[in-house]
């Protein structure tokens, strides 16, 4: 059984840093690429970056140059380096194996201006 336990978030000004972890167990970690969404009340749930099993990484633009996501497979974890935060990006973070449909509980994020 997938489980993914995502953990990291909380409540910090505008500007500041956060980072974010998933830990990912029931799956062969290395072969699967992981991406990270998140959902901010009243809205859906949006994409916020990509990691490949090869460690190539891709972002909207929305936190392009801000966000870092990596991995780590002797940890079964990735992680989402989140720099300069905005008042925006306040929401339940959500990371996900790509073609599975389970869920974590998420971790919220609090950015306040």
């Known amino acids: 059984q997938v489980q993914l336990v995502e953990f990291g978030g909380g409540l910090v000004q505008s500007g500041g840093s956060l980072r974010l972890s998933c830990v990912v167990s029931?799956?062969?970690?290395?072969?699967?690429?992981i991406a990270w969404y998140r959902q901010a009340p009243g809205k859906q749930r949006d994409f916020v970056a990509q990691?490949?099993?090869?460690?190539?990484?891709n972002y909207p633009a929305s936190v392009e140059g801000r966000f870092i996501m990596s991995r780590d497979n002797a940890k079964n974890t990735v992680y989402l380096q989140m720099n300069n935060l905005k008042p925006e990006d306040t929401a339940v973070y959500y990371c996900?194996?790509?073609?599975?449909?389970?869920w974590g509980q998420g971790t919220q994020v609090n950015v306040s201006s």
């Open positions: 996900k194996i790509l073609g599975i449909p389970s």
């Open positions: 029931g799956i062969t970690f290395s072969e699967e690429a």
């Open positions: 990691i490949t099993k090869g460690g190539y990484a």
